[in-house]
C-alpha cells in the first residue's frame, strides 16, 4: 500500500527507539511498516485534560482526580486491602489496593499529594478507585494532558506510553492529501486535538468506517468485474433432462425455489463465469435447487463438483444427487477423505476421465490430485458456515468454472449489498408447503426431570428427539453439559429406549453409521454435540432438546431447530438452559422463542451482539476490518455503496488512493 503515500510508508525500525526486540514485539500485533502503526487504532479514550472535582464524583464514571491523604489503612476485609482516603475541600475518595509493597504504602502518608485516574465504584465505604493509575507529588502537580488519551489494543511487554510515543512520530511522516484520503482524519485518532470530545472522536470514526466499507465494497466489485472479463464454458438450455427430475420429484418447488432455478440457469447460459450466492434458510429446499445447476451442465457433459462441509452432509448429498440424476442418466461419485484408497483411486479416475459427471464430496474433492476432466460447474454447500477460502481455492483450478455458494446463513439485506458486491445474490424465501411451527420452549434447567418425563411420553408415541450438548466428555474447566455423561444419564432414565452418541470426534464411519441407525429408527434418540447442525435429515425426528442454549450463537440454535419439523407431526424444541440467565441472554432466547424466521433472528442477533458470530468466517478468513465495526456501523453501509458506485462513475483516481489506503493486506493489490 505505498502508491497513495510515497515516503510515509517505511518500515517500523526507521522509527526512534524501535530496535530488534521492540520489533519483533510489534510484529507479533501485526505492525511491520508505520501504515500499519498508522491504521492500529485506539479501541477507546481517556478524558485525563481535567480535574474531577471529589464532590462532583459518580458511580461507573472515569477521571481524573486530586487530593491530600487523609488515612491509610490496611483493612482486612473477605480480602486484605491498602484503603487510602484522599480528600480536597469538596468530598472524599477512597484509593484500594488489593495488590501493594510496603513501598508503596510508605510514599502514600497522611499529608501526601496524590493524582488518580480510573473508574469510580461504589465501595462499601463510599466512592473508590480500585488500583487507580496515580501519582504522588510534593508541591506541583503534574502538567495535564492536552485533548484525550488514546488507549490502543497492545500486546505483552508493549506499554501504552511506548505506543503512544510511536504513534507521535507518525505525524512527521509526509502523508498524501490527495483525493481526499484518510490520512489527516487517521492522525487525529492518534492524537486528537485538544478540545475534540468523545462524540467528535465517534464521528471522525464514522466517517473513516464509511471510508473502509466503501473500500471494501470497492475490492468486491473490484473482483466481480474481474470475473467478467473471463470466460468459460457457456451452458445453454440443451436437453430436457430438468423437466424430466421435475416430473420425477414427487413433490412441487416453491415459487422461491422455481425463481431461483431461473436465475442459476440464465446466469449459465454466458461465457461470463457465474459466482452466485442461494441464500435460504435450513430446509428451504436449497439442495435440489443446486441439482437443477448440475443437470444443466451434464447435459453438456461437462462435469459439476459438489463440496460439502463434512462428510456426513457429503454422504447425504450423494443420496440425494444419486436418487435425483441417476435415472437420467447422469453417474455420480462420492469422494471423502476417509474412503478407502482404492476405492479413492477408483473415483478419482473416474472423474478425471470424465466418465462421472456429478462428484460429491468434502474437500478431498479439491486436493490437488484430483483434476477434473471437464469442470464446468462448482457448487459449494456451505450451510451456515459461510467461508471464502474454499471459494478462492476453487477459482484457483485452472478454467474458471461457474460457481454457486449456498448458505443457510440469513444475512441482513444491508451487509450483502457490500461484503458480498462480488455476488449475484437469490433468496429462496418461502418453505415448502405443509411446514410446521416449532413450538420453542425456554426452560431451566432446574426443571430438568420434567424435562425428560416429556421426552418419554413424546418416545411413547413413535417419536425421535434429539439430545444436543455444547461439550462432548465432561471439562473441569467449563460448567457446560456434555454429550458422553447426557447419553449415559439419558440412557439410564429411559432404559425401554435406545440411545445413540454422535459427536465429532468419532470416525466418520463410526458417525455414518450412527446416523445411519438413527435414520432407519434403530435409536430412539440422538445424543450428540452441533455436529448435527449441519444437514441431517431425519423426518420421524420431532422433539429437539438443546443445552447450554445461553451459550450459542443464534444462528446456529436456528440451524440446530431446523433438524426437526421436517415431518408431518408437529415438532417441539426445548431450549434447556442454565440458570441464572443474564438480561440479554434472556432476550436472545426469546428472539429464537417467538421466531422460526432466520433473516428475523440474524438480525436481532446483529443487534443484541453484533456481527461477530455471523460474520466470524468472512472476518477471520478473509479479512478483518481495520475500523469499521459491524455492531457499530452497519447503517453506513448504504451510503459507502452508493459512494463506491459514484467513486467508480465520476472519479476513478479517488478510487485507487481509497484502496491503497485501506486495502487490507491478504486481500493484495486490486486494481478497479
Ligand atoms: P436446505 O435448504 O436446508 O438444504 P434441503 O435441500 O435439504 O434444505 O431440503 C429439505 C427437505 O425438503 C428435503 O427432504 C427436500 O427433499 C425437501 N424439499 C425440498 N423442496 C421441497 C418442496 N418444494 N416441497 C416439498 N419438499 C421439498
Ligand atoms: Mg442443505
Not at 459518580?58 to 491509610?72: I, N, S, Y
Not at 425455489?257 to 454466458?270: A, G, I, K, N, W
Not at 471464502?388 to 449489498?417: D, E, F, S, W, Y
Not at 431451566?444 to 439430545?467: F, M, N, P, T
Amino acid at each position: 500500500m505505498t502508491a497513495g503515500n510515497p515516503g510515509a510508508d517505511l518500515p517500523v525500525t526507521s522509527l526512534r527507539g524501535v530496535g530488534p526486540s521492540l520489533k519483533t514485539t510489534l510484529e507479533r500485533i501485526g505492525i511491520f511498516r508505520t501504515t500499519d502503526l498508522l491504521l492500529h487504532l485506539p479501541t477507546r479514550y481517556q478524558d485525563r485534560s481535567h480535574v474531577t472535582n471529589l464532590g462532583q464524583i459518580e458511580a461507573d464514571q472515569e477521571c481524573l482526580v486530586r487530593g491530600r491523604v487523609v488515612t491509610t489503612k490496611v483493612s482486612f476485609g473477605r480480602k486484605r486491602s491498602l484503603l487510602v482516603t484522599i480528600e480536597d475541600g469538596s468530598g472524599y475518595l477512597g484509593l484500594r489496593f488489593f495488590h501493594f509493597s510496603r513501598r508503596q504504602q510508605a510514599g502514600l502518608q497522611t499529608g501526601t499529594q496524590v493524582q488518580a485516574f480510573g473508574e469510580i465504584r461504589f465501595g462499601p465505604s463510599g466512592f473508590e478507585m480500585i488500583h487507580p493509575d496515580y501519582r504522588a507529588f510534593d508541591s506541583d502537580p503534574p502538567t495535564l494532558e492536552a485533548g484525550l488519551t488514546p488507549i490502543y489494543p497492545t500486546t505483552k511487554g508493549l506499554g501504552q506510553n511506548r505506543l503512544r510515543s510511536l504513534t507521535a512520530q507518525l505525524e512527521k511522516l509526509p502523508w498524501s492529501t490527495d483525493h481526499g484520503t484518510p490520512y489527516a482524519d487517521l492522525l487525529l485518532l492518534h492524537k486528537p486535538s485538544a478540545e475534540m470530545t468523545a462524540t467528535e472522536i465517534a464521528s471522525v470514526q464514522e466517517r473513516l468506517a464509511k471510508d473502509e466499507l466503501t473500500a471494501y465494497y470497492l475490492i468486491m466489485r473490484g473482483r466481480q468485474l474481474e470475473r467478467q472479463r473471463q470466460a468459460t464454458t457457456a451452458l445453454p438450455r440443451a436437453q430436457q433432462l430438468g423437466r424430466q427430475l421435475l416430473n420425477n420429484l414427487g413433490f412441487q418447488l416453491t415459487g422461491a425455489q422455481r425463481r431461483v432455478v431461473r436465475e442459476v440457469l440464465e446466469d449459465l447460459e454466458t461465457k461470463q463465469p457465474m459466482l452466485r450466492l442461494v441464500q435460504g434458510d435450513v430446509g428451504s429446499g436449497k439442495t435440489v435447487v443446486a441439482a437443477f445447476a448440475a443437470i444443466r451442465a451434464a447435459e453438456h457433459f461437462t462435469q459439476t463438483a459438489i463440496m460439502a462441509p463434512t462428510e456426513i452432509l457429503a454422504e447425504q448429498h450423494y443420496v440425494n444427487f444419486s436418487r435425483w440424476l441417476s435415472p437420467l442418466g447422469i453417474s455420480v461419485v462420492l469422494l471423502t477423505g476417509s474412503q478407502p484408497a482404492k476405492e479413492r483411486r477408483q473415483v478419482t479416475t473416474q472423474i478425471s476421465s470424465g466418465e462421472a459427471l456429478v462428484a460429491v464430496g468434502t474437500h478431498a474433492l479439491f486436493q490437488q490430485h484430483v483434476s477434473f476432466a471437464k469442470l464446468a460447474l462448482t457448487i459449494i454447500d456451505e450451510q451456515h458456515r459461510f467461508g471464502v477460502h474454499q471459494r478462492m481455492a476453487l477459482r484457483n483450478k485452472g478454467l474458471v468454472p461457474h460457481q454457486l455458494v449456498m448458505t443457510a446463513t440469513p444475512i441482513p439485506r444491508t451487509l450483502t449489498m457490500a461484503l458480498y458486491a462480488d455476488m449475484a445474490v437469490s433468496l429462496i424465501d418461502e418453505l415448502p408447503r405443509g411446514r410446521q411451527a416449532i413450538d420453542t420452549r425456554v426452560v431451566a434447567d432446574s426443571r430438568r426431570a420434567e424435562v425428560v418425563s416429556r421426552l418419554r411420553d413424546s418416545l411413547a408415541k413413535g417419536g425421535q428427539a434429539y439430545w444436543v450438548c455444547p461439550l462432548i466428555e465432561k471439562s473441569d474447566h467449563l460448567d457446560l453439559a456434555d454429550a458422553e455423561s447426557t447419553a449415559t444419564a439419558i440412557a439410564e432414565a429411559l432404559p425401554e429406549h435406545r440411545v445413540g452418541l454422535l459427536h465429532g470426534r468419532m470416525s466418520s464411519a463410526k458417525k455414518a453409521d450412527v446416523m445411519q441407525s438413527f435414520s432407519a429408527g434403530e435409536l430412539d434418540v440422538l445424543v450428540a454435540t452441533t455436529v448435527i447442525e449441519v444437514g441431517v435429515d431425519v423426518a420421524n425426528a420431532n422433539l429437539m432438546i438443546i443445552e447450554n442454549p445461553e451459550r450459542m450463537g443464534l444462528t446456529q440454535l436456528h440451524q440446530l431447530r431446523g433438524r426437526v419439523g421436517r415431518g408431518d407431526t408437529r415438532a417441539s424444541c426445548i431450549l434447556l438452559y442454565k440458570s441464572p440467565l443474564g438480561a440479554n441472554a434472556k432476550a436472545r432466547l426469546q428472539v429464537i422463542r417467538d421466531s422460526q424466521d432466520g433473516f428475523y433472528i440474524a438480525e436481532q442477533d446483529l443487534n443484541l451482539r453484533g456481527g461477530g458470530e455471523l460474520l466470524g468466517t468472512r472476518q477471520t478468513g478473509e479479512q478483518s476490518f481495520r475500523l469499521a465495526d459491524l455492531r457499530k456501523h452497519a447503517h453506513l453501509i448504504p451510503e459507502a455503496v452508493a459512494r463506491g458506485d459514484e467513486l467508480l462513475r465520476s472519479a476513478p483516481q479517488s478510487v485507487q488512493a481509497l484502496l491503497d489506503a485501506w486495502a487490507p493486506a491478504d486481500t493484495g493489490h486490486i486494481s478497479v
